[in-house]
């Protein structure tokens, strides 16, 4: 049952009882139910405040009438303070409501059927011949959880990892190549062998500066389609991609398109072409940009004096290719704020091309820094954490702390299994916590912590779930709801009965940490009431409704962390 629609039809109902000349229209809509900040005041309240001016009268005579007519208490009994209507739940129907909507839903609770729409997401985003660090965490794990987030919702979800895989540094890297390099050593080192190449390039171009125009000429033969060229570049691609696999395979994220920069190469004529049409192309020193400066905006570069393209370039042609293919209902782009007004130029000139989805459509999710333990980090300075380092740093700190918190883990494949979903949950889940906007500052201490606000404390209140029904095994008998009347039981209750919602507010505000938060507020309430209440013990209609809570809070736990990206341990 939801009960936001229950409560507001016994809301509904007593006001035209109270108020016959109330027409619906004046009605505010299910939305209007808010929850109350201290659960002593209620499950739901209503402001009267928008129903004065219909009504002419105080909000708080307009609560007072409505709540005398309130008149379902099997459902909710409503009491006015203020100019609220505040309604508490009957608490065994309450707890029946939610525990039987769960139990018959599972994994789909809070799920919406099939939505006839498709969201686009661009994430992650990796480069070609670089290995992942730290930053490039935040973009590939809000993309990952976005994407489960609107399949849940129903929605067809498209990832895509738009490759930086187009310039001149390719060029060089080939010149590299074919001086310093062979395919035995980049067989066997790499990313890293690739890498080692472009730093000597560099270093060697200081002191020899036709190297810079031999990187170009590779560049061009690139471009020009050199069969020569481009296998090696394919190559070069195979080998970052195979790299990057391992790390996406840990996190469990996979892409349903790895099209980029190069892809579009041949598809940007389109865009220059309705600019020139539309008038919207104009010459600036040489170069061709579209003036943006009506909606205070520097001018968005399309054209480069030597006509090369740019990002705006590509991105417009991406977006107009990816409306074609997908036919998107939105098109997310998860890229660091420093990209904002990037992204407001190229909405802006899509705009003005005739594009009007732009403006509803396309959307840049930004997110914060990430830091390490209080240090920024700086690919010139050096001061980088990779992410497969620290991955796998992450998963022998867990294996660390679990061996000495969990000696019942003596069998090694299991040790290995909960320690890998531990250290890469805590990492997701830290990444996570936190509204996307705000940076991060990553610390070992606080993301492995078995007691704090983390991936560790969460994971294990499910696997404590997973024991306790384990040794519950099959309960024959009725539930007894009144076993689940005390404050512990309806706070977990409360917070499971809201998940739905808080699923669809992360969709609509591009927020994961919502679903984070939440997550972490019922692995809290189920604690509380662990250790308050014997959850085994006594008659067998308690023991039944309390082994159902305890399974509902185990499927919202583990729907939670996975719409997050985070593992579910079975035992810890």
């Known amino acids: 049952m939801d009960m936001r629609l229950a409560v507001y ?4 109902e007593a006001a035209r009882t109270a108020f016959p000349a109330l027409k619906d ?7 209007a139910l808010e929850f109350p900040p201290d659960s002593k005041l209620g499950d739901f309240a209503f402001p009267c405040f928008r129903l004065a001016r219909p009504l002419r009268l105080a909000p708080d005579r307009i609560a007072a009438a409505i709540a005398a007519a309130a008149n379902q208490p099997q459902l909710a009994t409503a009491q006015a303070v203020g100019g609220y209507v505040n309604f508490f739940f009957h608490r065994g129907h309450f707890a029946k409501a939610v525990l039987e909507e769960i139990s018959e839903k599972g994994a789909a609770y809070g799920s919406q059927g099939d939505q ?6 661009d994430y992650s985003s990796i480069n070609i011949a670089k290995r992942f660090h730290i930053g490039h965490l935040s973009t590939t794990v809000l993309g990952h959880s976005l994407k489960r987030i609107y399949t849940h919702l129903g929605w067809r979800a498209i990832g895509i990892n738009h490759l930086g895989d187009w310039g001149t540094q390719f060029g060089k890297m080939i010149a590299a190549f074919k001086r310093w390099g062979d395919w035995q050593m980049l067989e066997a080192g790499g990313v890293e062998a690739l890498n080692a190449l472009y730093v000597r390039f560099h270093q060697e171009e200081e002191k020899n500066p036709a190297l810079t125009e031999e990187g170009r000429a590779w560049f061009r ?14 190559r070069f691609k195979e080998l970052t991609l ?9 996190l469990g994220i996979s892409f349903d398109s790895y099209d980029g920069e190069a892809f579009f190469n041949d598809k940007m004529d389109r865009v220059i072409e309705e600019l020139r049409q539309k008038n919207l192309l104009k010459p600036d020193q040489g170069a061709y940009v579209v003036d943006l400066e009506p909606y205070k905006m520097p001018p968005c570069l399309i054209l480069k004096s030597d006509g090369a393209t740019l990002y705006a370039t590509r991105d417009l042609a991406a977006a107009l290719w990816r409306k074609d293919t997908y ?3 939105q098109c997310l782009y998860v890229v660091a704020y420093q990209q904002n007004l990037h992204f407001k130029q190229v909405f802006k000139v899509l705009e003005l091309m005739g594009y009007d989805w732009a403006a509803t459509q396309m959307r840049h999710v930004a997110f914060g820094m990430v830091s390490f333990e209080g240090q920024a980090m700086s690919t010139r300075e050096g001061n980088v954490v990779h992410l497969d380092e620290l991955l796998a740093r992450a998963v022998q700190k867990a294996r660390e702390i679990m061996q000495v918190k969990s000696p019942n883990l003596a069998d090694e494949e299991a040790l290995s299994l909960a320690a890998r979903q531990v250290g890469i949950g805590a990492v997701v889940f830290t990444t996570l916590l936190n509204n996307r906007i705000k940076d991060i500052d990553f610390w070992w201490e606080r993301a492995l912590n078995f007691d704090g606000d983390t991936g560790p404390y969460t994971q294990y209140a499910h696997a404590r779930c997973c024991s306790l029904l384990a040794r519950a095994g099959d309960i024959q008998a009725q539930p007894d709801y009144a076993a689940l009347e005390n404050d512990e039981a309806q706070a977990v209750l409360r917070l499971l009965s809201r998940f739905p919602e808080v699923i669809t507010s992360a969709m609509a505000d591009a927020e994961p940490s919502y679903i984070t938060r939440a997550t972490l507020e019922v692995a809290k309430a189920f604690n509380k009431y662990y250790y308050e209440h014997r959850i085994l013990e006594g008659e067998a209609g308690a023991i039944a409704a309390r082994v159902l809570l305890t399974r509902a809070t185990r499927e919202v736990l583990a729907l939670g962390l996975y719409l997050i990206g985070v593992d579910a341990p079975r035992q810890m």
């Open 9 to 12: 039809g016994l809301l509904c």
């Open 25 to 31: 229209t004046d009605l505010p809509g299910p939305e």
């Open 116 to 121: 006839g729409k498709t969201v686009v997401l």
């Open 221 to 234: 033969k690139i471009e020009e389609g050199d069969s020569e060229a481009l296998s090696i570049f394919n």
């Open 242 to 250: 195979a790299y990057a696999q391992t790390v996406y395979e840990q």
């Open 327 to 329: 036919g998107f209902d």
